[in-house]
């Protein structure tokens, strides 16, 4: 090993450096997903500097081609780069993925810390409101909205986020309840501290991570079921560029031009698996048993 | 005498990604028949290690050298984890100090001792049986027949400890290593315990190991005792001698710090802290608390005997403090 | 007893814990007082009665009966005994340090906060200080220690930093819940000598519950006994704990360890375990155990009667003063 008594705490120090390769070693998988992701991630970001076409330019003249050094993905029916297009979907599908899961814990997150912390009556009713929505099979409320509000991609968001809460909640009343017998709480009470105070400033920090945990892991799920949606009618519309709608329009063609249907499918695949892998690499490194923490 | 068990030159330690933390260091240690041994420290002193060690439980982690002689066969320590199944439950028997914890709480407990002596010893069903409630008469608790079929969240923490020794008794052990078995539990309870502890070893000349931080329950209970500190022991002795005429200065310190009735003006302390472990030690490891400390504390101190058994690792013991006459006493 | 010149005045506070139908850990009719500046402490096994009492005192738990006052403050009104009002004056210190310290914050903000809260209700000259680090100070650490996290520091040091968020609260009293007993011995003999001196330069009362005879003697002015939720006897402690009155007190102090080994044989464990909890017996609690007990001792409860010198048992058949149990 190099020699560690010499340049410990710089930011390149040979210190950091073994803990970082240590920290590599053993969570293979994470890093691996979180390197996916956060490529994924950049490509949103800089998709209009990536792409080599504008993804909404329709050109009939090269429709339906195989991919080719030109396009490398081929092109849809109305001529559209599908390459392009894919990356800009990157955009959509990582919003949707934040709005839906931002909603569903600015919901959820509250509604089970207040009924962890107080138990009794205010736990039963906030319970029970939420098992309402928990009854619901996953698809049929998303349906029943739109179908109320009309098709769109917010409106699928709305949706999604409102069948979603309810695990949110769940999660974090179990995991309040847990630290709610601690004593720092009991020490917060004893001076007097309001419970708001208590909820936020102590409570809440100590019972978030599976609540991070679970939203990594649902992150992908939320991808795939705006694509889904997209995919049966009801979420995304044309000319939106989503990957579950780019599926869906190449229904009738993709078992001639194979590739109008496999790279967006690729890309929910990929994307959703990256997540996943850090979503379970968070959970492993966040275990309380391994001696993790946030 | 013989030594039942001999632990010698124990070193346990763990590797870490940038040093090495060394629990226990060149650790001897002797168990007789008929005696209870205490072994003292405060947490971080290596007491725990040293049982887990001795029977084989610490996990892969750890680098463990040294020897265990036991039944005229020798073992290496390191080879403790996967040999250890000869030895334990059969010759040597553990206990432990949370007394909630240590049943399954889906079996009865008559059903749990059974399954012990069952891998242990062969005798039919009805035997065993037999044998259980024998061991469940012997710790006293009442109405072993009712018992049997009880489960654990129905007895209260004395009650589970005494069904966990009766667990360690069924096997017939020699030796029975007690990792601070009444630390939880009330001290009318503890004194119970303690007595019943006593009173087999008497009657069946076990080898008891005694892990605990309290010293009072070691003046009260132990023949011998074996102070440590930093992962070694520093003092080591008949309990009598040790506890009255203590020679080490960590020894005296600790006397003095525990708050006793009748005793109760000033209560000393002990300056400074434990050295961290994941440090090479220089010397004498007690050197920076201590106030005898002098240059030669700089090296490092070996076992060295006072008399009659009584040893101390120090270059500035108080041996002035050694009473002759408890030779006298002890061997009455 | 209890009389009115006590800061601190309980009278006939009582809880009892359902599962189902059946009644656990009652704490029954506990009249008690504590006097400005003493250290009264409150010993008895565990199971209950003892951290009850305290969660009472802090409003942790809602009492069955009874009143509680401290000074002119009515904290627990008889008419009322579900409700309670908090009072600034009370501090109290928990038994584990590792769970009692959020382990998100840093000690500048836990002690902050005690500071903080203790700014809403008094005005700035009665105010030692805004700054933690004075707190720190008085428990014997410094400012290097401000920005840590609580799992850097070891068990005495957490303890230390819990009694410092006490004292942010300028208490007149604090209610210690066995502070010393998750604590290495030579660790704990810091905190109790921390104690004490703090007992003396601040003037400050305390309600030390502790198992451990020999540390509550050590700081404690007066004693109280406990047992299954009754109060047994009462006494300064050099009293009680040598010439005991009770008969279980008695059996306490034979039960207990010595450091002596020359008085082995002097250890006389109970033989009979505590089997029936809810005690819904009307004698005395500790009848079925008792070497000593009698029909009467298992009809009707002793009440607690005055002897010499401010020590008051409530026992048919004290151990007398020539000490019948030796």
């Not at chain 1, 400033?201 to 609540?211: G, I």
Request: aromatic letters at 8%; glycine letters at 6%.
């Amino acid at each position: 090993m190099t020699d560690l008594s010499l340049n410990q705490s710089g930011l390149f120090s040979a210190r950091r450096r073994a803990i970082t390769w240590h920290f590599i070693i053993h969570n293979k998988l994470f890093v691996l997903g979180a390197s996916l992701f956060f490529t994924i991630l950049l490509a949103a970001i800089f998709a209009p500097a990536i792409v080599p076409y504008d993804p909404s330019a329709i050109n009939f003249r090269d429709k339906l081609v195989a991919p080719s050094l030109a396009h490398l993905m081929g092109t849809d029916d109305l001529g559209r780069d599908i390459f392009s297009r894919v990356v800009y979907g990157a955009r959509t599908s990582l919003i949707v993925g934040c709005t839906v899961l931002a909603l569903a814990m600015m919901v959820g997150v509250p509604i089970g810390l207040a009924a962890g912390y107080f138990g009794g009556k205010i736990d039963q009713v906030l319970m029970r409101l939420t098992d309402i929505f928990l009854a619901f099979p996953p698809m049929l409320l998303p349906i029943a909205i739109t179908a109320a509000l009309g098709a769109s991609l917010i409106n699928a968001m709305i949706a999604l986020a409102i069948s979603w809460f309810p695990w949110y909640a769940r999660i974090m009343r179990s995991s309040v309840m847990s630290v709610r017998n601690d004593l720092f709480i009991s020490a917060a009470q004893t001076m007097g501290i309001s419970n708001m105070k208590i909820m936020f400033r102590h409570a809440l920090p100590n019972s978030w991570t599976p609540s991070l945990v679970q939203g990594s892991m649902d992150f992908g799920y939320t991808i795939l079921a705006a694509a889904s949606l997209s995919f049966i009618g009801i979420g995304a519309k044309p000319p939106a560029i989503e990957w579950g709608l780019m599926v869906a329009l190449s229904r009738s063609k993709f078992l001639d031009y194979w590739w109008t249907a496999a790279f967006p499918g690729l890309a929910i695949f990929v994307t959703v698996l990256a997540v996943n892998l850090v979503g379970d690499g968070l959970r492993d490194i966040l275990d309380p048993k391994r001696g993790g923490g946030l | 005498m013989k030594p039942i068990l001999s632990i010698k030159d124990l070193t346990v330690s763990f590797p870490k990604l940038f040093n090495t933390i060394t629990a226990v260091r060149g650790l001897d240690l002797d168990l007789y028949a008929g005696q209870i041994t205490g072994l003292v420290g405060e947490s971080g002193s290596g007491k725990s290690m040293t049982a887990a060690a001795a029977m084989g439980l610490i996990t892969n982690q750890a680098e463990v050298t040294g020897n265990i002689h036991w039944q005229d066969k020798t073992w290496a320590a390191a080879d403790m984890a996967k040999a250890g199944r000869q030895i334990r439950g059969a010759g040597c028997a553990m206990i432990f100090q949370n007394p909630l914890t240590a049943l399954n709480p889906f079996f009865s407990v008559g059903q749990q001792i059974f399954d012990v002596a069952r891998q242990h010893r062969s005798m039919t069903t009805i035997e065993i049986e037999k044998e259980v409630k024998q061991c469940l008469a012997q710790v006293h608790l009442p109405q072993p027949e009712k018992l049997y079929t009880k489960y654990p969240h129905e007895l209260s923490g004395g009650q589970i400890q005494r069904v966990v020794i009766a667990m360690a008794l069924i096997c017939q052990p020699r030796v029975l290593i007690a990792d601070e078995p009444t630390t939880a539990l009330d001290v009318t309870v503890q004194s119970q315990i303690l007595a019943l502890v006593r009173e087999l070893t008497d009657e069946k000349q076990l080898s008891v190991l005694l892990i605990t931080h309290d010293l009072s329950v070691v003046a009260t209970v132990c023949d011998q005792v074996s102070v440590m500190y930093a992962g070694q022991i520093v003092e080591q002795g008949d309990v009598r001698q040790v506890i009255k005429f203590p020679v080490h200065p960590y020894t005296q310190k600790l006397l003095a710090t525990v708050p006793e009735i009748g005793n109760s003006t000033i209560l000393e302390h002990i300056p400074g802290q434990v050295p961290d472990l994941g440090k090479p030690v220089v010397g004498c490891a007690f050197k920076d608390r201590c106030e005898k400390r002098t240059e030669r504390c700089l090296q490092t101190p070996t076992l060295v005997e006072a008399e009659m058994g009584h040893q101390y690792r120090c270059f500035h013991p108080e041996l002035d403090n050694l009473n002759h006459n408890v030779r006298e006493e002890t061997m009455v | 007893m209890s009389n009115t010149s006590s800061q601190l005045n309980a009278r006939g506070l009582s809880k009892t814990y359902w599962i189902g139908k059946d009644a656990t850990c009652a704490l029954k009719q506990i009249d008690f007082g504590i006097q400005e500046g003493e250290c009264l402490a409150l010993v008895g096994e565990s199971g209950c009665g003892k951290s009850t009492l305290a969660k009472l005192l802090l409003g942790l738990e809602n009492a069955d009966t009874g009143s509680l006052s401290f000074g002119e403050q009515l904290l627990i009104d008889p008419a009322l005994p579900g409700q309670y009002s908090r009072s600034t004056d009370i501090a109290m210190v928990f038994q584990d340090p590792y769970s009692s310290l959020n382990p998100k914050m840093r000690v500048k903000a836990i002690i902050g906060e005690a500071i903080e809260q203790v700014m809403l209700h008094r005005s700035a000259d009665e105010i030692m200080s805004v700054d933690p680090v004075f707190f720190l100070e008085q428990v014997g650490m410094s400012e290097i220690h401000l920005n840590r996290f609580p799992h850097e520091f070891s068990g005495g040091q957490r303890q230390r930093i819990a009694i410092a968020r006490a004292l942010a609260l300028h208490p007149k009293l604090l209610v210690l819940d066995e502070p010393t007993a998750a604590l290495d011995v030579s660790v704990q003999a810091q905190i109790l000598n921390l104690l004490k001196a703090l007992q003396v330069s601040l003037n400050l009362s305390m309600l030390f519950i502790s198992h451990d005879l020999g540390t509550v003697h050590f700081i404690a002015d007066r004693v109280m006994v406990m047992y299954l939720g009754h109060l047994v006897e009462v006494g300064p402690v050099s009293q009680v704990l040598i010439h005991p009155l009770h008969q279980y007190t008695q059996v306490l102090l034979d039960s207990m360890p010595k450091l002596d080994p020359d008085l082995r044989n002097h250890f006389k464990p109970i033989q009979l375990e505590i089997t029936d909890v809810s005690g819904s017996t009307h004698g005395c609690a500790f009848a079925p155990r008792c070497p000593k007990a009698d029909i009467d001792c298992r009809q009707d409860y002793p009440l607690m009667t005055q002897h010499s010198n401010q020590q008051f048992a409530a026992c048919r058949h004290p151990v007398a003063i020539s000490g019948d149990s030796l």
